[in-house]
């Protein structure tokens, strides 16, 4: 479940001693937030949380305070470039979700309701959290 | 009963229909965040495809924002106050 994996990360990071600094726990909560929502059990079979979850692993795996992420190498499938009936904004919305160059643009539809749904499922998820505790 | 299965295979000839691509889109449309009620309005995909751009970008900015101010509340959390052991309680489960 997308809240429970969620929890259980903040909980790792509030216990981290000695704390981090302000910066590097909002990118670890960050990072947290989008690892949920690619461990979901609904969203975990997708194209867009694989691609997710190897970005943000590559990102994991490079020193602190890089920003840019290197793309080694995402897919072998060679990216589909628009066809006449694709609007031209596909290629926006294919930048935006996770693992959309690689995709087949009727999947890539498909794929976009189920990353918006997840992501609105975990701003909700954060929000809940930040009213329970800040009153 | 053609199936609705829009998973192409390589054979890219695909079998996806015009109607299956208005069904998906409109589909996003109605996740829209000033989805239109009635069902009869049609708007057309290029918005649609717009409009997710735009929300998907707010969505993520979200998630930035509120990944800074919960740092700010672990970070603000007194030891010793009642919000704190309940967090604390709530997060060790």
Redesign the interface.
Known sequence: MQALHF??A??R??RAAP?PA?SA???Q??HA??ASMAHSSRSSRRTWSRALLHRLRQRQQQRPGRLLTVRRRVRIVTPITSRPEE????E??RQ??PGGRGM????L??E??D???C??A??QL??T??DA??S | MSSRRSHSRHSSASRITEEEINELVSKLQMMLPDAPISRNSRVSARKVLQETCSYIRSLHQEVDDLSEKLSELLASTDTDSAEAAILRSLLMQ
């Open positions: 929890l259980q903040l909980a990071i509030a704390k302000h726990r909002t990118r909560i960050r937030a989008y609007p031209a904004r596909a926006t919305l935006l979700v087949e643009y009727c999947n539809l498909e976009t309701a990353y918006v749904q992501l609105r975990q701003v954060m929000q959290l930040l505790f800040s």
